[in-house]
């Protein structure tokens, strides 16, 4: 069997062709294995960054919440001012009356 290479010219292509072919099988899983690697990490970044932009929506949102809420308060405060200036100048026009008596 050690004569194989001085054989017929279909059996040393055959021999040849089956050691190349496995030589190919395994750069094949080798490639497909560095792949999974690849992208098994590729998923973890991009879940890491999923997470921290859901923290961030979850921020943006309870700011805005808060935003319109002080938008709120603030136009009840002005009211409240206007209502205690009003208050003030009738309270102001009720000394003069009297002071003028």
Not at 13 to 25: E, G, M, N, P
Not at 30 to 37: A, E, F, P, R, V
Not at 54 to 80: P, V, W
Request: glycine share 2%.
């Amino acid at each position: 069997d050690s004569n194989w290479v001085l054989g017929e010219p279909k059996t040393l292509k055959d021999k040849f062709d089956a050691i190349f072919a496995s030589s190919r099988y395994s750069q094949a899983l080798d490639s497909i294995k560095k792949l999974q690697t690849e992208h098994r990490d590729s998923v973890k970044t991009l879940e890491g960054e999923e997470k921290a932009l859901l923290i961030h929506k979850k921020q943006a949102q309870e700011f805005r919440k808060d935003r319109t809420g002080s938008e709120e308060e603030k136009r009840q405060l002005a009211n409240t001012i206007k209502e205690l200036d009003d208050e003030v100048k009738d309270t102001m026009e009720q000394l003069d009356q009297c002071a003028e008596a």
